[in-house]
C-alpha cells in the first residue's frame, strides 16, 4: 500500500481483557516503531524493530505488553489484561533506513472501560 | 533519559499573526525533526534539521537548530487557520535507534 496502515481504527474493550492491534508496515521499510500517545501529548516509544535484529523492548510499560513482527511486514502489539490507563492511541511508524523520515499510521483509538 | 521539553504547551491565535514554539533538552542531538500532527491522523514530518545553527524554511514556517544541537525552534509568519494542529519536535542522537518526542504544542489559529 501507499502508507503505514493500523487496524483496527478504534477499539474499544473491557478492562481484564486483551487486544491485539496491528500494522501494515510500507513495503520495503526495514525498520518499524511503536509509539503510545495520551490525549494531546506527545509520543511515548514503546518498541522498535529492525529487520531479523532482536527488537528493542526499552519502551514497553509492563510485561503485558508485548509486540512481535515476522520479517520486514506486518507488526502486532498485544495488551494482555488490560488496564484503563492503556487508554491512548497507539501509533505505528516504518521507515526505509536509519535516519530516513519516519512514516506514521494513523493510528489506533484505544479505549479501555 | 533524553527529555525534550516544548513550550508553549498551549497557544491560540488569530489569522495572520506570527508565532513561535520551542524545543528545549539538557542533551545532545545528532538531527532533530519537527511533525505536525491533525486529529485522527499519525504524525507528518516537517523537516530535519542536522548542523548546529542551521536554518530552514518551508514557505511561512522557519526551523532553527541550535548551535550546541540541544535545542530549536519554530517560527510561523502570518498564521493561517490551515496552520492548526499538534507540533512535535523529535530529537535523535548518534547511538539511540529511536526517537525521543517532545510533549507537543496544540496550535490553534482562529479566523
Known amino acids: 500500500g501507499a502508507g503505514v496502515s493500523q487496524s483496527p481504527s478504534n477499539k474499544v474493550t473491557e478492562k481484564g481483557k486483551d487486544v491485539e492491534l496491528r500494522c501494515d508496515p510500507i513495503s520495503g521499510h526495514t525498520a518499524l516503531y511503536w509509539y503510545r500517545q495520551r490525549l494531546g501529548q506527545g509520543l511515548e516509544f514503546l518498541i522498535y524493530?529492525?529487520?531479523?535484529?532482536?527488537?528493542?523492548k526499552s519502551g514497553l510499560p509492563s510485561d503485558r505488553f508485548s509486540a512481535e513482527r515476522t520479517g520486514e511486514s506486518v507488526s502486532t502489539l498485544t495488551i494482555q489484561r488490560t488496564q484503563q490507563e492503556d487508554s491512548a492511541v497507539y501509533l505505528c511508524?516504518?521507515?526505509?533506513?536509519?535516519?530516513?523520515?519516519?512514516?506514521f499510521g494513523n493510528g489506533t483509538r484505544l479505549t479501555v472501560t | 533519559t533524553q527529555l525534550l521539553e516544548q513550550s508553549p504547551q498551549f497557544l491560540s491565535i488569530q489569522e495572520g499573526e506570527n508565532l513561535t514554539v520551542y524545543c528545549n533538552s539538557s542533551s545532545v542531538f545528532s538531527s532533530l525533526q519537527w511533525y505536525r500532527q491533525e486529529p485522527g491522523e499519525g504524525p507528518v514530518l516537517l523537516v530535519t534539521v542536522v548542523t548546529g545553527g542551521e536554518v530552514k524554511k518551508l514557505k511561512r514556517l522557519t526551523f532553527q537548530f541550535g548551535d550546541a544541537r540541544k535545542d530549536s525552534s519554530l517560527h510561523i509568519t502570518a498564521a493561517q487557520p490551515g496552520d492548526t494542529g499538534l507540533y512535535l519536535c523529535?530529537?535523535?542522537?548518534?547511538?539511540?535507534?529511536?526517537?525521543?518526542f517532545g510533549s507537543g504544542t496544540q496550535l490553534t489559529v482562529l479566523p
Open positions: 523529535a530529537g535523535a542522537s548518534g547511538s539511540a535507534r529511536q526517537l525521543t
Open positions: 524493530f529492525q529487520g531479523n535484529s532482536a527488537p528493542d
Open positions: 511508524a516504518s521507515r526505509r533506513i536509519r535516519d530516513s523520515p519516519l512514516h
